[in-house]
């Protein structure tokens, strides 16, 4: 079940990282690295009172002039009004209501989006209330007055916000149509795949960058089985910006890797993988997405015996923590392919969701102690006792043992390789979790 998406809306220096920062329960500027994704962060995962939604930070650079500030809040906007399930706009107690708080609350108004007037700033309540009335004039609601920076309030913000969560458990569980995502870069050939497995021109496609606008949900019909393809969005390219343009590309594919089952990324195959490539797969991974790396435009490719098997390893080198991901070479010009993308879309979806019996994994995790003892520190050994997957999408197990600290990140690896040894998993991650449970519970 994809989480609801929450997206921060404001002006400049409202507070929306500070707030940011406040829900995501860490600096996320300053986190530590993760493979494929650069410091600064725009989105979080958020637990609240068992609920847990995907937050996004839709803010930008500071423009100089009015209009370019009108401009930019308009694009956030609308990102936020497209993507997410709730926004919340925020507002500054300080600065008092302003021209451009209006004009994104006009914008905010006309969407079918619940959304929550939040004013920040709000260091005494007592003394301050009088100025958050003022910002009952952008007809949207009661406004609710927080501190992002003294963290106050947020309690109760977080309730308004979650309470306009949809009830979407059993709706969601009755389609279990797979849902496929198809991200990259701009002008990669996403909308000219989905036309050619369509067979005709039902998405927009053009060599300007970023002309696909919104997020389209397309649904196709292959050897009787339905599949909804989520084709992410360019961008109207109204920002002169390139970290603009890439922040907001970067929002939109966060929302559909939500929603999505399997994440086809999408590489040219004449540029090779980039940056942006690496910072979207590990969107995906982060997410534990079933994962399938297309390299698209292989007929423009100059080719001899080895091509293939070259630029395969140049992708592992690059994107070295989606060792377990598939890679394919099609061309969306010719059609080169294409059609065996659901054959191994299914092989995913079906690892995405295999589940593994107790008693197997613990001869499993006997083999691998035997064959390779587990890591000491100062005389004490690590002692695993027994392991069991708890969960799917993506398969996840927890590991039984005597001391967390004593369980080496490369041990779980290792036990993760002969997991995979025996069964595949191919085109999915694998999470672990490690418990300690004492000798004497045995």
């Not at 929550?116 to 009661?142: C, H, Q, R, S, W």
């Not at 390139?242 to 540029?271: F, G, N, P, Q, W």
């Amino acid at each position: 079940m994809s989480k609801p998406v929450v997206a921060i809306v404001g002006r400049p220096n409202v507070g929306k990282s500070t707030l940011f920062n406040a829900l995501a329960g860490e600096m996320i500027s300053i986190v530590k690295d993760t493979p494929g994704i650069t410091r600064d962060r725009i989105y979080a995962d958020v637990n609240w009172l068992d609920k847990d939604f995907t937050m996004i930070d839709t803010g930008g650079i500071e423009p100089d002039s009015k209009d370019v500030i009108l401009s930019q809040m308009r694009d956030q906007a609308q990102i936020a009004i497209d993507t997410a399930d709730v926004i919340l706009f925020i507002t500054d107690v300080k600065q008092g209501l302003v021209d451009s708080d209006s004009k994104v609350a006009d914008m905010l108004r006309r969407s079918r989006k619940p959304v929550v007037l939040v004013v920040n700033k709000v260091d005494n309540f007592a003394k301050t209330m009088p100025d958050i009335y003022e910002f009952y004039n952008l007809g949207i609601g009661d406004p609710v007055p927080i501190s992002a920076a003294s963290r106050l309030g947020l309690g109760d913000m977080l309730d308004v916000v979650t309470g306009y969560f949809p009830e979407r458990a059993g709706e969601e569980e009755e389609d279990d149509r797979p849902r496929i995502a198809i991200v990259g870069k701009p002008n990669v050939g996403k909308s000219s795949i989905i036309n050619k497995l369509l067979g005709e021109n039902r998405v927009i496609v053009s060599d300007v960058a970023g002309t696909t606008r919104d997020a389209i949900d397309t649904e196709i019909v292959h050897g009787g089985r339905e599949y909804i393809f989520i084709d992410t969005a360019g961008l109207r390219r109204k920002s002169r910006i390139k970290e603009e343009l890439e922040r907001y590309s970067i929002i939109r594919t966060v929302a559909a890797v939500e929603r999505a089952d399997v994440v086809l990324l999408i590489i040219d195959a004449v540029e090779g993988v980039t940056e942006q490539d690496a910072k979207i797969a590990g969107i995906a991974h982060e997410r534990g997405k079933g994962i399938l790396i297309v390299v698209n435009k292989w007929d423009a490719i100059e080719k001899h015996d080895k091509t293939m098997k070259e630029y395969e390893n140049k992708i592992r080198q690059v994107l070295s923590y989606l060792s377990y991901a598939e890679i394919m070479f099609v061309s969306a010009h010719t059609g080169q392919r294409l059609s065996k993308l659901y054959e191994r879309i299914d092989i995913i979806i079906e690892n995405q969701t295999l589940r593994v019996a107790t008693g197997v994994l613990n001869e499993i995790l006997s083999e691998a102690v035997a064959m390779q003892q587990p890591p000491s520190d100062k005389g004490k050994r690590l002692k695993l006792y027994y392991i069991t997957q708890v969960s799917v999408k993506p398969p996840t197990f927890v590991i039984f043992v005597n001391d967390k600290a004593l369980m080496h990140f490369s041990y779980t690896r290792y036990l993760e390789n002969k997991i995979r040894e025996a069964f595949g998993f191919r085109g999915t991650s694998l999470k672990f979790f490690i418990r300690e449970r004492k000798e004497k519970e045995q």
